[in-house]
DNA sequence: GGCGCTATCTATAAGTA
DNA sequence: TTACTTATAGATAGCGC
């Protein structure tokens, strides 16, 4: 669409290599707007020159736009470069990169919690899906973490609780053994050395496995990040 | 360009608004061709039609490109089509749409396991990275969940070997004050009835909190799926 | 819904300042 | 360079299958 047909393969003259550049960049991106605007739908185009300028157009970037997230999202892994958001204003370096930080992300992701028809499966409601089932997760992780923790408290606490009882039956076996050896007959009066012999008859001192989580070893309820994408 | 000037609003009609969005989004795919051929420049162009279909057009897209894995995954999330990976050919629905399997996005993602240079910190090196610390977090869990359990049954096996040594003892404890009460010095013969008051000294019966974890509430070791982002 | 047609509208290659 | 002009190639709106 000019005086002259082009072939298509890469332009050799530099100057009108970049003179193309910039019309075509130019017209590729109002392209994208009038797609964007007269079908109602998302459309994302991304131009990098050769110096590593990004010149983009995302359709509907507010921030809420998903796909100005992603790309977004993409930027903050590539630069650590930050812009205002501007969309509506022509094309221009400055005005195109979109930069949006990892909390400036969360923040706008909290905000479609609030309305989400079920019917629209978009990127956002998927989004908004997966934040809520790993809120869900990590809540039931946290939750058994501490049943679990309790349970082995709980169980300790019995443990400590038969042994001492267990301690002392053994205690007043021995004393009623000693009296009976002893011929004493004086129910009240109950000390005596224990003999080794007089318990050939308890059960073997209990054998128990060795614990395998000591107390300082319990692993804490599972603080996971919560995962955005 | 058409028989008359259109204006630049969303287009009511149904009809023709999918003419149009078809029509346009090929243009739009075969400018951005063109925009990177002649000034050798990288240039991606998403669209997302309200269906969630994506038509993308990824210069230079071989399978690796970062920016294409973006996508895929985005179509994974929408539907669980497969199609080849076909980058050169013209823009259409069944050529121009690519999606890839969970499956397959995992192998791709394992290929970068190989060649990582620490100093490019590339989108890919964060998704591998990524994978890496999920995999080590899932085995944490596993791990973690294991110790619980076995914590637990030990646990539960040195409550049962106390109880019943515990058992035994109060029985031994009975049998010899009964033998004691009744006069009878005969070291083996040791059956009696048991006398209630003999016991006042024993410690009471143990009271121990119920277990809040039964056999079959105990939740398995956590089985996470791999989470790829 | 998709394809072809074509009059018309747009984008842009070259030319000019 | 950057910007404007202009002739043309290219894109596409409306229509008919």
Redesign the pocket.
Known sequence: ??????EMKRIED???R???FS??R???I??AR?LSI?CDVDVAVLVFSHRGRLYEFVSGASSSSSLSQILRRYQDSTDGKASNVDDETEDSPSTCIQVQTCGELVKTVERYAEGSGIENLSLEDFMQLEKQLNDALVQTRNRKAQLMLESVATLREKEKMLTQENDQLKDEVAKVKGNLNRGNRTDLELNGVMEEGALIQCPEPVRTLPLLIEEGECPEPVKTLPLLW
Request: glycine share 10%; no cysteine.
């Open positions: 669409m000019g005086r002259r047909k082009i530099k100057s009108s970049q003179v193309t019309k075509r130019s017209g590729l109002k392209k009038e007269l």
